[in-house]
């Protein structure tokens, strides 16, 4: 089943936006590589180099239920511009995690804003009723991104605050 949507940006570009896939790997690894270094420490909370084989196996297998990633693409689908998924808690499947990266250069045009509405509409959609996001306090353009698209601080620990957003 073919799921991919095209999403307008407000500059004028087009992404293609989809469920990631297993197949996905090259241009998954290739799109963390392409991040900045700072970017990728942001992202993975943590200063990496290169994704490890496990990572990338973990991040390109969702399952759809427990796991969900979507991934936006140009038009052409060959290179990888934002990833944006949710992991449902273990000990509570009505609250999971999401998570997004956002190529450096496609930053600040709503890629990332958009991602993170329709994840939330999705979650919702699948009986999730909190998201929750973990990022590093210095992380001032996902604090925005999390204010605005209506994420409330709901507690710190040493470099990291934690958001939530209610979704029922």
């Known amino acids: 089943m073919d799921d991919a949507r095209d999403l307008w940006l407000p500059d004028g570009r087009l992404v293609r936006v989809r469920s990631l896939r297993p197949g996905d790997r090259?241009?998954?690894?290739?799109?963390?590589?392409d991040l900045s270094p700072r970017s990728r420490?942001?992202?993975?909370?943590?200063?990496?180099?290169?994704p490890s084989e496990r990572l990338l196996d973990l991040m390109t297998h969702?399952?759809?239920?427990?796991?969900?990633?979507?991934?936006?693409?140009t038009p052409d689908e060959t290179t990888g511009v934002a990833v944006v998924r949710y992991v449902r808690a273990e000990d509570d499947p009505?609250?999971?995690?999401?998570?997004?990266?956002?190529?450096d250069d496609w930053q600040g045009h709503g890629l990332g804003a958009?991602?993170?509405r329709?994840?939330?509409a999705h979650a919702r959609a699948s009986g999730v009723r909190t998201l929750r996001a973990t990022t590093l306090r210095e992380n001032a353009g996902s604090l925005r991104l999390l204010a605005a698209t209506g994420f409330t601080p709901a507690g710190a620990d040493g470099l990291h605050s934690t958001h939530e957003a209610r979704l029922t």
Do not use: W
């Open 26 to 33: 090259e241009i998954y690894e290739r799109a963390v590589l």
């Open 41 to 50: 420490y942001l992202r993975f909370l943590a200063p990496i180099h290169k």
């Open 62 to 73: 969702p399952d759809g239920s427990r796991h969900v990633a979507h991934i936006a693409l």
């Open 94 to 103: 009505l609250a999971a995690e999401v998570a997004i990266a956002v190529a």
């Open 114 to 116: 958009e991602l993170v």
């Open 118 to 120: 329709r994840t939330a």
